[in-house]
Structure formats: C-alpha cells, structure tokens
C-alpha cells in the first residue's frame, strides 16, 4: 500500500486481505484471454463509424481545460467553529494527501479546523485513527480513501455519539451511504471513468487497436471498473480485447515487468493500446516496455483510468510510457468535503455533485501535476459567504 495505490482500491485489498477472502486469482495467475477467442481476429472492413463519432465527442468534451463549474451555487452559510478530522488511509498515497490539502485550504476560508490522523495503510493502523478521531469528538470526520466495513466498530461509534461521516472513495458510487453511514461519498463515477478510457482508445486508434486492460480481480470495485471497460470496448468491432492481465495491486510492482514482457512476446505488434484501472501498472510496466525497445510515446498507447496522481502526470508529461490519464480533481473535492459538511451542520441534504470526468494528455496538461479545474473556489466562497 506504499506507492502511487488508489485509496479505494488499496483500502479494498486491505479489507479482503484482513477477511482472508482474496481469491485464487491472488497468486500467479496468466493474464485471462478474452472469452471469446484465444487469438484476437482481425478488424472488420466496416469498423465502428457511429461508435467512433460518439467516443471522438465524448474524448474532446472530457479534455476541455477550460469548463465552467457545474458544481454547486446555493446552500447554507458558513457555520462558525467547527473542526473536523480526516482520517486517512495513509497520507503517502498521492491521491488521499492531495484530498486532506484541498481540505486544509478550505477549511482555511470557511474559518475551521482540520487534524489529519494517518492510518499508515494498515487495517490496525486505520482502526486506530478513526478510534482516536472518535475520542476527539470533532464537529465531522472524513473516512479518507479505506473501506468503513473495515471500521465498523468505531464508525457505529460516531453515528452514536452524532458526528457525521463523509466518505472520499470510501466505497464504490458517490452520494449518500445507509450502510455504511455516511452523510455522502465523494468520488467520480466509476461508469465515467470506464467509459471515457475506453472511448479514448477507440477515438485514439481510429476504431482499430489490439487492447490489453490491467486490472485486479480480486478487489471487487477494480474487477467491476475493468468489466466496464471491456464492454465499452466491446461496442466498436475494430477494437480487439487481446488480454485482461489479473496483477493484484501490492504485487504490481513485482508482477507487471513480467507480464509485460510475456505479453509483448504473445502480441508484438499487435498490442497497440492498454488500459489500467489505475496508473501504478504503467510505472511498472516501463522497465519492459524499455528493454524491449518500445518507445515512450508508444505504441502500446496507455491510458490509466482512475486517481491521476502526480507520478502519473510526469509520465504523461514526459511520453514516459503512458500517453493519458483519468485524474480525480482532488483539491476540489476537499473544498467539497467542507461544503458538505457545512450542509449536514444545517441539517440540509448532501449537495449531490459529481465532478466531471477528465481526460489529461501531454497536449492539455499545461505540464501540471494535477487536475485542478477552474472556478470552484470562488463558487464556494460566495455560496458561504465568506471573502
């Protein structure tokens, strides 16, 4: 859980290891041919034109740098005085610090308090943090990037003592949670970000790309996240699924120069575009890519599609081996954390936004190392009427 993990993910794996249910899958499996055929077949002559246009639109609307915010304009004041904890699954992952940051300038505006008490990517460690964040009866408590299923003791603890919750990629889907309580999870949409990284393959490759999807089947989310991709994938015939690579996320760095070699050695030429559901397999698959000769600007073209962590930007930026990025804007979501709160202290309802998918390229990144859109901060302070 040390390097460049997704919190969801890793705090996923974390929950399965801690339930000994990690399925077989965990240990050194092939990366599983698609069902269908165990040799990809050759595009069709007609292609995929009605797909191809869509996923052009939908790739060319989702790298725009210059949207207007579609977040929230009314809703409560500023409350006077609170504090709040983020408790985090451990602040060495990229994604979880860049979140408790944008927290910390937020709270800043709005006149609050922030602690940050690290669960050091452990279930001990995280059950610990939110033990010791309950004990100090804050006015709200993050669940910053672990499973709560993990925490059930001391989340049923909050709930009783009153202080409400509010999850970032505390589980799967954005909005409000009954079980576990939260007043809402703050993440993108995983369809979305499926989606838009299948439709940059499809827009990219011109309906015509042999693709390998890196995912980990034992994590649900991750399993589910890759399935998406695949069936988008699926809707453009020139676009042949030549392997699903199972590489459990703390083995990647271990496993994927393997895999990767072994999958240039099945494919050549014919692997022309990849998908991760998270940039972590890119960093590990380079060394291969490199011996083998493969340039950094490609082919295979790599998309990640999720967390968009400064590392992955640098590859990005550089041609190093992975071409595009999913990223979530996560100092907007901190600034979203306090707006929510903000409304469960005036006992409204959570605001019910979802920030955009976002495609970054080395074309619009403007060489930053993160997503951070325009606009949001000053929608959040005229709508708390703070300066």
């Not at 240990?27 to 797909?51: D, F, L, N, Q, Y």
């Not at 915010?69 to 904890?85: F, L, N, Q």
């Not at 992952?93 to 940051?101: E, I, L, Q, S, T």
């Not at 993050?142 to 993990?150: A, E, S």
Request: proline share 9%; net charge neutral.
């Amino acid at each position: 859980m040390h390097r460049n993990r997704h919190p969801l993910l890793a705090a996923a794996a974390l929950w399965a290891a801690a339930a000994g249910a990690l399925v077989a899958g965990c240990g050194g499996s092939p990366p599983r041919p698609p069902a269908a055929a165990s040799s990809p077949a050759p595009p069709p002559a007609t292609g995929c034109p009605e797909v191809l246009a869509k996923a052009k639109e939908a790739v060319a609307r989702a790298e725009r740098t210059d949207a207007s915010w579609t977040g929230p304009t009314t809703g409560p004041e500023a409350a006077d005085d609170r504090t709040v904890v983020f408790v985090a699954q451990t602040m060495t992952n990229p994604g979880v610090a860049g979140v408790a940051k944008g927290l910390r300038e937020a709270a800043a505006a709005i006149g609050w308090q922030v602690r940050v008490i690290d669960g050091q990517g452990t279930p001990a460690g995280i059950q610990a943090a939110l033990s010791q964040a309950v004990t100090l009866k804050p006015s709200g408590i993050v669940i910053g990037g672990f499973d709560p299923r993990l925490t059930a003791q001391q989340t049923a603890r909050a709930a009783a003592a009153g202080i409400p919750l509010i999850g970032w990629h505390a589980v799967g889907s954005p909005g409000p949670s009954t079980s576990p309580p939260l007043f809402t999870n703050i993440t993108t949409k995983v369809e979305e970000v499926a989606g838009i990284s299948a439709d940059w393959v499809i827009a990219t490759s011109g309906g015509d790309a042999g693709v390998v999807v890196f995912t980990d089947d034992s994590i649900p989310f991750a399993h589910h996240k890759s399935e998406l991709i695949e069936q988008r994938l699926g809707t453009c015939p020139g676009v042949r699924l030549l392997a699903s690579a199972n590489i459990p996320i703390p083995d990647a760095s271990q496993r994927t120069p393997q895999q990767v070699s072994s999958l240039l050695s099945r494919f050549g030429h014919r692997w022309t575009h990849s998908v991760a559901i998270n940039d972590l397999y890119f960093a590990d698959a380079a060394p291969a890519l490199r011996a083998a000769g493969r340039p950094g600007a490609g082919p295979p073209f790599n998309i990640g599609a999720g967390d968009g962590d400064p590392s992955a930007f640098q590859r990005v930026n550089s041609h190093g081996y992975q071409a595009a990025t999913v990223p979530e804007p996560l100092a907007q979501q901190g600034w979203q954390i306090v707006d929510e709160f903000n409304r469960a202290f005036a006992g409204q309802p959570a605001s019910g936004y979802v920030a955009p998918v976002h495609v970054v390229t080395a074309d619009n990144s403007g060489g930053a190392t993160s997503w951070d859109p325009q606009g949001y901060q000053e929608a959040y302070r005229k709508l708390w009427h703070v300066d």
